[in-house]
């Protein structure tokens, strides 16, 4: 479904482009109004084909940005955390060492 939906929105989103580039390049004044009516229309159609699927997107995004504030917010605990479980591993050779050579 997934693949289905995005190849055909990447269709979609071509000819939106196309469209965009062609009234950009060849300017509004190059159409008649019937013709700037139908290309609207269509690019209509076309933005709410892929609506659904930019809705998830931006969903996913901004959990996204939830999880990563979330993250964020434990990592100095987590740096505190190693470099304590370094030091006390650095520390328990060092003793053992020391033990082995008395």
């Given at each position: 479904?997934?693949?289905?939906?995005m190849?055909?929105?990447?269709?979609?989103?071509?000819?939106?482009?196309?469209?965009?580039?062609?009234?950009?390049?060849?300017?509004?004044?190059?159409?008649?109004?019937?013709?700037?009516?139908?290309?609207?229309g269509?690019?209509?159609?076309?933005?709410?084909?892929?609506?659904?699927?930019?809705?998830?997107?931006?969903?996913?995004?901004?959990?996204?940005?939830?999880?990563?504030?979330?993250?964020?917010?434990?990592?100095?605990?987590?740096?505190?955390?190693?470099?304590?479980?370094?030091?006390?591993?650095?520390?328990?050779?060092?003793?053992?060492?020391?033990?082995?050579?008395?």
């Amino acid at each position: 479904w997934c693949k289905a939906t995005m190849s055909s929105n990447d269709e979609a989103f071509a000819e939106l482009d196309d469209k965009h580039g062609d009234v950009a390049y060849y300017t509004p004044t190059h159409y008649s109004h019937e013709d700037l009516l139908g290309i609207a229309g269509r690019m209509k159609e076309l933005t709410q084909s892929v609506q659904a699927n930019l809705n998830v997107l931006m969903r996913a995004h901004s959990e996204c940005l939830t999880d990563r504030r979330e993250y964020r917010s434990v990592c100095p605990e987590l740096i505190r955390l190693t470099w304590q479980s370094l030091a006390t591993t650095i520390l328990s050779r060092k003793v053992r060492e020391e033990k082995e050579i008395d």
